[in-house]
């Protein structure tokens, strides 16, 4: 499973935890090497690139929950960042891919064991029709992200294409403006929601 995996687990027993302290960040360099540099470079927000492995233990229950399986399933990350949670996902058997249009963040994502990541762009996938078990859009989809504003149904139709029949989308932190427009954006797009969140959180849909 490796230390990444390790780590997921005991956070995930321990509970959602939301340290975003600066000197837990600054930590990060012990294990991730490379993420000093990456911030260093203008790589983001704190907060963002703070996503340590207590934010996704919400995303893998419900993956576990969700889904038929782990092991030898076709995954995309989207918007993977330092690919923390893709390198666990890889461990498990998963055929997990990260995208990230950031190549810092890629760099990182190297240095720490992920075996794939792609520079790439949401509204242009870079992957055959109905070919992916599951797909992660991570802290960018209905997030308060206000550049992609306007863009999203187009993010939507290109994961529903990417998508094998069945197949589910989990997105993360989806804001209270994303949960207002998310019915408008997913009209006619062919999606069934199986968890919707009533406040800031995450949100699961399969491809029908």
């Known amino acids: 499973m490796g230390r990444i995996g390790e780590t997921l687990l005991r956070h995930e027993a321990k ?27 203008g790589g983001g927000l704190l ?16 993956l576990l929950k969700y889904g038929s399986g782990l092991r030898g399933k076709k995954l995309v990350h989207i918007a993977s ?31 720490i064991g992920n075996r794939r990541g792609v520079r790439g762009d949401a509204q242009f996938l870079p992957v055959r029709n109905n070919a992916l078990d599951y797909v992660l859009a991570d802290h960018f989809l209905l ?3 206000g550049p992609i504003r306007g863009v999203e149904r187009e993010f939507f139709a290109q994961i ?33 929601v199986l968890q919707r969140p009533k406040v800031y959180g995450n949100m699961v849909l399969q491809k029908i």
């Open 160 to 192: 529903h294409r990417v998508l094998r029949p069945g197949g589910i989308l989990i997105v993360s932190s989806i804001s209270k403006l994303g949960l207002r427009i998310y019915p408008d954006v997913l009209t006619g797009l062919g999606f069934k």
């Open 15 to 41: 509970g959602r935890r939301r340290d975003r302290s600066l000197n837990e960040l600054v930590r990060l360099e012990v294990l991730f090497p490379g993420f000093a540099e990456y911030l260093r470079g």
């Open 47 to 62: 907060n963002d690139y703070g996503r340590t492995l207590p934010h996704y233990a919400p995303v893998h229950r419900l």
């Open 81 to 111: 960042s330092l690919g923390l949670y893709t390198q666990f996902l890889q461990s498990l058997g998963v055929k997990a891919i990260g995208l990230d249009m950031n190549t810092a963040a890629l760099n990182v994502a190297k240095k």
């Open 143 to 145: 997030a308060n992200y």
